[in-house]
């Protein structure tokens, strides 16, 4: 949330520095049309002013006496008009230079404030672009993060089974050693019960030796060790002991180890995280 709104408070100064930009490039224009128009308007007064001089020069140089005496009226009025005339235009002439001045004055201003504001942009540019790359690696962080999390819980989860397992493997190992201790008393009795018959055997000579048994009752006997007495108790069965190992994906690692490289061919670096899911590493 927090940088959804540091991202959407960029696009905005942004937005706002290229309208401002805008703006003062259309003053620019307009500023330089006024421009142009005074300069017409100047060159105009000017050609005029020159223009009305050189009348005024030619009529006071080329004329008679006769015939300045009888236009004197209307030649002291048609100069007083010209000098009227010069003076108003000398006086918008020096009025257009003055805004000419304060025109260029002022497109100085804007172009050194455009300038400067596309320097910032440029700056404002490389900013986002490495806001976007710190943002990225901070989702690649992120899902590192949520990676090694699920990785923790599946850890976890392997290693209760293998507590269970372990366990089990133990009340095993409780149930041989039980059973192994059975038929280790049942040697020992057996032993005891073959040196009983072998010191009875000699102390009372071959003719009361008891009758011989048959192989099939020899063999049957033969899985009931101990004394007559134990004759009919079956010994336990043999235990197996089976121990399943946790097995690693490779192809997840392989996978990994692409999709680490890619990003670091990009500048996207993450942290040294296990590439396997597994929890076994893969030799």
Do not use: W
Not at 69 to 89: A, P, R, Y
């Amino acid at each position: 949330m927090h940088k959804g709104e540091k991202e959407k408070r960029i696009e905005n100064e942004l937005e706002r520095k290229n309208t401002y930009v805008l703006e003062l490039l259309r003053d620019k224009r307009r500023l330089n049309a006024e421009l142009e128009s005074e300069r017409k308007l100047s060159r105009k007064l000017n050609e005029e002013c020159h223009d009305l001089r050189r009348r005024l020069g030619e009529r006071r140089t080329t004329g008679t006496v006769v015939d300045l005496f009888e236009s004197s009226g209307t030649s002291e009025n048609n100069t007083v008009d010209l000098k009227e005339n010069i003076f108003v235009l000398e006086s918008s002439l020096r009025e257009s230079r003055a805004q000419i001045k304060s025109l260029e004055e002022h497109k100085t201003l804007l172009e050194n404030e455009i300038s400067r504001l596309a320097e910032a942009l440029g700056k404002d540019s490389s900013s986002t672009s490495d806001m976007q790359l710190y943002i990225e690696q901070l989702n690649i962080y992120e899902n590192d993060f949520q990676k090694e999390k699920n990785e923790k819980e599946k850890a976890e989860t392997k290693v209760s089974a293998l507590t269970d397992q372990i366990t089990d493997c133990q009340e095993l190992i409780s149930t041989l050693t039980r059973e192994v201790d059975l038929y280790k008393n049942a040697f020992e009795r057996e032993k005891r019960d073959k040196e009983t018959v072998l010191r009875r055997e000699r102390r009372q000579g071959p003719s009361e030796l008891p009758p011989p048994q048959s192989k099939e009752a020899s063999d049957l006997s033969s899985n009931f060790p101990g004394s007559d007495f134990d004759k009919g108790i079956a010994l336990p069965i043999q235990p197996h002991l089976q121990v399943v190992y946790p097995l690693v994906d490779s192809r997840t690692q392989y996978h990994d180890s692409i999709r680490k490289r890619e990003l670091h061919r990009r500048g996207v670096f993450t942290r040294s995280t296990p590439e396997s899911s597994g929890f076994l590493p893969d030799s």
